[in-house]
């Protein structure tokens, strides 16, 4: 099995940042995509961040200029650098990773609550 460990969130004010890191272990193998997505009260969860073992990434226009995503491969940790928060970036943010081990894996973090208040 493969499980991931959030980390990092919190309380923030507008225009501060902070930064979410995603820890997995198990049985990995090969990890393909990892990413960061996001649920706010009464909206659907939507995509953030992803990055592939290539190294491409790709963000919601919402985030675009504001957030990164890195990963640190040697770790299994991929991070969500969130620069200029506002108010709308509030929800929960979820992990996710997918990737080839045994068969086919795609695995969920718990979710870490991330609030933007002034």
């Known amino acids: 099995q493969v499980h991931l460990v959030e980390s990092g969130g919190g309380l923030a004010q507008p225009g501060g940042s902070l930064r979410l890191s995603c820890a997995a272990s198990?049985?990995?193998?090969?990890?393909?995509?990892m990413g960061w997505y996001r649920q706010a009260p009464g909206k659907q969860r939507e995509l953030v961040a992803v990055i592939t073992s290539g190294g491409s990434t790709n963000y919601a226009d919402s985030v675009k200029g504001r957030f990164t995503i890195s990963r640190d491969n040697a770790k299994n940790t991929v991070y969500l650098q969130m620069n200029s928060l506002k108010p709308e970036d509030t929800a929960v943010y979820y992990c996710?990773?997918?990737?080839?081990?045994?068969?086919?894996?795609?695995?969920w973090g718990q979710g870490i609550q991330v609030t933007v208040s002034s």
């Open positions: 198990g049985s990995l193998f090969r990890i393909n995509v």
């Open positions: 996710n990773v997918k990737g080839t081990s045994w068969g086919n894996y795609d695995s």
